[in-house]
């Protein structure tokens, strides 16, 4: 029979494993090399925008006219363009605007996406079914598209730039979000948090947000690199960043089209700058979407 | 109602109606249904699933799911005051602070990105208006008092880092923290393990004293009723069909539902019996109940009156309530060892057959 063992039932601690962010960084670069070397990348990228006066060799926008157009050399690494400006120079300031317009965008859009979409998740029904029509209406135009006519329309300043490039991100990252959002809502501690008596902002921000912490991180990366991209792209058609600043967009238009035969090293620096950025951005993004892939299930 | 007790409760539920929509019509969750908790005291709400427990306490915190759900009627007066009439911003003051609610899953009732302290003080801080270090300290009280030992380490940790029994723990310490008056614990140990199920029971009875709090217990358990409940509620298809203490209703039940629930729980201090007595039947679809009482079609004792007329919850002696039309002839509970079901025949003749096969 069974009385011959008494069984001793212990509540089991579980036990305490929080590994420290070095060991998950490590572990993340053993795992997925390629997103590692997206990161490197990135890193990189950062610390060249951030030291850019210390390390670029000329002033970027100083105009030199006795080294108009001079090729790749001792003296201009990159080569210079037709006002004589140096490309390397450019090309590390230009660093600096496509973090800034490429972070802000990609942060600013996916952040007000996130909570679009949570709070869409949360309260059902008719709000969330209109909130959704309308992001389907914008998710219909193609990226580049309703960027170019929210510049048209607030005019090409940074911060204007930055606003018009979130207004086709938001959508995107908040239908990406609501789907997750829609598990988390079905969670009792959600309903435990309004039988606590919070208000519905702080359960929509301090409850369920960090729940979805993990697609928002997907979206974000993601974002990044179409961000960098989007900005050249405005700046190319003349609506983004404007001349005199240095934005690799920009150098790949004007003289850079005129002298594309005689001067290709103009606009094949900046070109190579975007691609790669781009791509480390991207790689970035995957590997962390795969590593945060089964967290995606919320639970 | 003809049961209506002094007005003098802390929660005094009249007439409650709470109704759903879906598409297979209108379904009457909670069909006028009047009960009340003193001040102080452990009530209990027994039924089967989906007979309305539940829907009971999520329209006391006014959390029935819009727009499907609505309380189409009724009032729900705490401390005098009606819920259902409060503006969405008082209600939000109540919940937490004067009403508590302890859930039946304790592994997802807990948010699992947030850190248990902050959990714990999060209402204290909305509610009560307590610094980040007067939260911290009286975090570290309720956990104290609900038995979880180094507290101080405990308020860094995750949700994921406890047990159940201790996630029920937790869920109860947040449910103290802002000092209720009243505890709605829906199913609070359902999902526990047996031997948990008691401790966190016992904890409760005795932290309900300690604070003053009145408690209602949500549960199907009937042993949970017997041991800790001072009153209870017996409820089928959104009605109540039996009422009175829990000695009333544990030795002397008088709705046939109520026997047949004590009749299907075994137990040990009696001979063993070869199978339970569970009760024939399903509960009755809540779009379609009949016309006369709900429990007819499952009954073994109902009479031709009892498919006709739905019958009303009246007193078969003192506070004891019951709403059948038989209550006075229904046998004692000792007395019924071989069950005269509807279809009696059946159980021994498959009993018989398989006894011969074997």
Same mark, same amino acid.
């Given at each position: 029979?069974t009385?011959?063992t008494?069984i ?5 601690e579980a036990p305490?494993r ?7 960084v490590?572990?993340f670069?053993?795992?997925?090399p ?5 990161a490197?990348?990135v890193v990189l990228?950062?610390?060249v925008a951030?030291?850019?006066? %210390?390390?670029?060799p000329?002033?970027?926008l100083?105009i030199?006219?006795?080294? %108009?157009?001079a ?15 140096d490309?390397l ?11 800034i317009v ?16 949570v ?14 029509r309308? %992001?389907?209406?914008?998710i219909?135009?193609?990226l ?5 006519a ?7 300043t ?7 490039m979130?207004a086709p ?5 908040a239908?990406?979000?609501r ?6 809502r079905? %969670?009792?501690y959600v309903d ?10 702080r359960i929509i921000l301090?409850?369920m ?10 979206m974000?990366?993601s974002?990044l690199?179409?961000?960098i ?9 003349g ?7 240095a ?13 594309a ?11 190579l ?10 790689l970035?993004g995957d590997?962390?979407r795969?590593?945060?892939d089964?967290k995606?299930?919320?639970? | ?11 005094d ?6 109704e759903?929509?879906?598409?297979g ?5 909670v069909?006028?249904?009047s009960?009340d ?8 709400l027994v ?8 829907v009971s306490?999520?329209?006391i915190m006014?959390?029935?799911a ?9 009032q729900?007066l705490?401390k005098?005051?009606?819920l259902?009439e409060? +503006?969405?911003?008082?209600?939000r ?9 302890v859930f039946q899953e304790p ?18 801080e909305i509610?009560l208006?307590?610094?980040e ?6 975090a ?7 038995g979880?030992?180094d507290?101080e380490?405990r ?12 996630r ?8 103290l923290?802002c ?8 199913? +609070?140990t359902?999902?526990?393990d047996v ?5 966190i ?8 004293r300690?604070f003053g ?6 549960t199907?358990?009937?042993g ?8 209870v509620?017996v ?15 544990y ?13 299907s729980?075994?137990r040990?201090d009696?001979p ?8 024939q039947g399903?509960? +009755?679809?809540?779009t ?8 007819a079609p499952?009954?073994a004792?109902?009479?031709?009156r009892?498919?006709?007329e739905?019958?009303p ?11 059948c ?5 229904l046998?004692?509970?000792?007395a019924l060892?071989?069950?005269?079901s509807?279809?009696?025949?059946e ?5 018989a057959q398989?006894g011969i096969?074997?």
């Open positions: 029979m009385t011959t008494d001793a039932i212990v509540e089991a305490e929080r590994r420290g962010w070095l060991d998950v490590l572990d670069c053993r795992r997925r390629l997103g590692a070397i997206g490197a990348i990228m950062i610390l951030l030291t850019a006066p %210390m390390i670029a000329y002033d970027p100083a030199d006219f006795a080294a %108009m157009l090729p790749p050399g001792a003296d201009h690494w990159l080569g210079t363009d037709a006002y004589g400006r490309v120079s450019r090309i590390i300031y230009g660093s600096q605007t496509a973090l490429g972070f802000g965008a990609a942060f600013v859009g996916s952040t007000a996406g996130a909570v679009l979409g709070g869409s998740a949360y309260f059902g029904g008719r709000v969330d079914l209109i909130v959704q309308f %992001m389907d209406i914008f219909s135009f193609p580049i598209i309703l960027a170019l929210m510049v048209a329309i607030l005019g090409n940074l911060p204007n730039l930055i606003i018009a979130t991100m938001v959508p995107r990252c239908l990406v979000i789907s997750s959002a829609l598990s988390v079905e %969670m009792p435990a948090a309004r039988a606590a008596g919070f208000s519905h902002a301090r409850h947000l960090p729940n979805v912490m993990a697609p928002y991180l997907i974000l990366t974002f690199g179409q961000a991209l989007l900005e050249a792209s405005l700046s190319f058609l609506l983004g960043v404007q001349e005199p600043t934005a690799w967009g920009l150098m790949l238009r004007g003289a850079a089209v005129e002298f035969e005689t001067a290709p090293w103009m606009a094949l620096f900046p070109g700058a975007i691609s790669l950025a781009v791509f480390a951005f991207n970035f590997s962390l795969d590593a945060l089964p995606l299930r919320t639970g | 109602m003809n049961d209506r007790v002094s007005s003098g409760a802390l929660l539920v009249r007439d409650l109606r709470t759903f929509t879906t598409g019509g209108v379904v009457r969750a069909d006028g249904v009960w908790v003193r001040a102080g005291e452990t009530v209990a039924g089967e699933s989906g007979c309305g427990k539940s306490a999520l329209s006014g959390l029935v819009r727009p499907a759900g609505r309380v189409a009627g009724g729900i705490f005098g005051r009606d259902l409060l +503006p969405e911003d008082d209600m003051r109540i919940r937490g602070r004067e009403i508590a609610m592994m997802t009732s807990l948010n699992p990105v947030l850190t248990v302290g902050r959990q714990i003080t999060e209402a204290c509610h208006g307590h610094t270090a007067q939260a911290r300290a009286r570290i009280e309720v956990l104290r008092l609900v979880i030992p507290a380490r308020l860094r940790q995750y949700p994921h880092q406890f047990s159940g029994g201790m029920q723990r937790l869920m109860i310490a947040i449910a923290s000092s209720p008056d009243l505890i709605l614990a829906d199913e +609070p359902t999902a526990l031997t948990i199920q008691a401790q029971l016992d904890l409760m009875k005795e932290l309900s300690s709090a009145a408690t209602l217990i949500i199907h358990n009937l949970v009723v017997a041991r800790y409940a001072d009153r509620n409820m089928y298809a959104g009605r109540i069909v039996e009422r009175g203490t829990a000695r009333e209703i030795a002397n039940p008088r709705h046939p539902y109520t026997l047949g629930l004590l009749r729980v075994p040990l009696e063993k019996r070869e199978r339970l007595d569970p009760i399903q509960p +009755p679809d809540l379609r109940l009949p016309r006369g009482c709900a429990f499952r009954c004792f109902a009479i031709e009892c498919r006709a739905a019958p919850l009246q007193s078969v002696g003192g506070s004891h309530l019951s709403a039309w038989v209550a006075q002839d046998p004692q509970r000792s060892s071989p069950q005269p509807g279809d009696g025949e159980i021994p003749s498959s009993r398989r096969s074997r």
